[in-house]
């Protein structure tokens, strides 16, 4: 996700949550890891399906792909389409993945007379549709990607949990790609988005939402490092995922680790030259049970 809007320290700074997009340039390798890292199990994401011919490279090194079921952020089309049968063969696991709205886009429908809670509802029947005619199996978790971070807009909430509650009612389980990152909320405290969530689903009894966190912060982030660092220093310890480096990096964040990334601030691993990457780990080999 790159090229997209990043964390917003209260409501304003928008969060690069960044599923790849940007264009590739100079690589850098890093050391080689086996499939299973000893902090969980290693994947990645990005906005560009990276083709067919990097499929055998790429069951060699991770274990599950970020998968987009509709437009990935900032594009005018979805590369990703029909292309899970083939991923699974590889047998590679997913982490499904539904654009959501930015808040311009929600105050906008409003505008135009529809609300919040009936555009999240809109949204969740079109992503459980899209989920069926690629083949994914009732129960499995699908993400919607919150871009914006920190607490969330009353607007931003009721869009994110009539989405949430939708999936979870229309058969499948329903997750959510926000910041872990803190941000201030009030003198003295900051908050993440992923701890908003939780709060809210705890006070209002909703059905529970999975947690897929992107925190590049270093530390707790060791770059763009094949062997990660274990899921729970996340910062989000109910995370089932966790995006710890994303292209391009984010300077004010990533200076100390700076030197894990490409010259052009990209994250590569040696078996994709040129295919720039975010890098996950997860509990599990396939964290959507998307197989």
């Known amino acids: 996700m790159v090229n997209r809007p990043g964390i917003r320290l209260v409501f304003q700074l928008l969060f ?13 390798a890093q050391a080689v890891a086996p499939v299973k890292a000893a902090a969980g199990f290693l994947g ?15 069951a060699k090194r991770f274990s599950f792909i970020g998968y987009w079921l509709n437009n990935p952020p900032g594009m005018q089309s979805n590369t990703w389409t029909g292309k899970r049968t083939l991923i699974r063969a590889r047998n590679l696991g997913f982490l499904v993945l539904w654009n959501g709205r930015l808040d311009k886009e929600i105050l906008g429908k ?14 969740a029947s079109d992503a459980i549709r899209a989920a069926k005619r690629e083949g994914f199996p009732e ?13 969330l807009l009353q607007e931003q909430a009721d869009y994110l949990f009539a989405w949430t509650e939708a999936v979870s009612t229309g058969g499948y389980r329903a997750g959510a790609y926000v910041s872990g990152q803190p941000v201030p909320d009030g003198p003295g405290k900051t908050i993440t988005t992923a701890q908003n969530i939780n709060d ?6 909703l059905h529970p939402v999975a947690l897929f966190v992107a925190q590049d912060s270093c530390p707790p982030s060791n770059g763009c490092a094949v062997a990660a660092r274990p899921l729970k220093e996340s910062g989000t310890p ?7 480096s994303q292209s391009p990096r984010r300077p004010a964040i ?33 964290p959507s049970h998307g197989r």
């Open 254 to 286: 990533t200076g100390a680790c700076m030197k894990t990334y490409a010259n052009d601030g990209n994250c590569y691993v040696p078996e994709l030259p040129g295919v720039f990457l975010d890098l996950d780990v997860a509990a599990e080999r396939d």
């Open 238 to 244: 109910t995370a089932i995922a966790w995006q710890f």
């Open 200 to 205: 809210v689903v705890a006070s209002k009894h």
């Open 16 to 28: 690069v949550g960044c599923l790849s997009s940007a264009p590739s340039a100079e690589c850098r």
């Open 139 to 151: 129960g499995a978790t699908l993400f919607l990607d919150q871009e914006e971070g920190g607490r």
């Open 44 to 58: 990645f994401d990005r906005n560009l399906y990276p083709g067919d011919q990097t499929l055998p490279a790429i």
């Open 110 to 123: 409003a505008k135009g007379g529809t609300s919040a809670p009936a555009l999240g509802q809109s949204d």
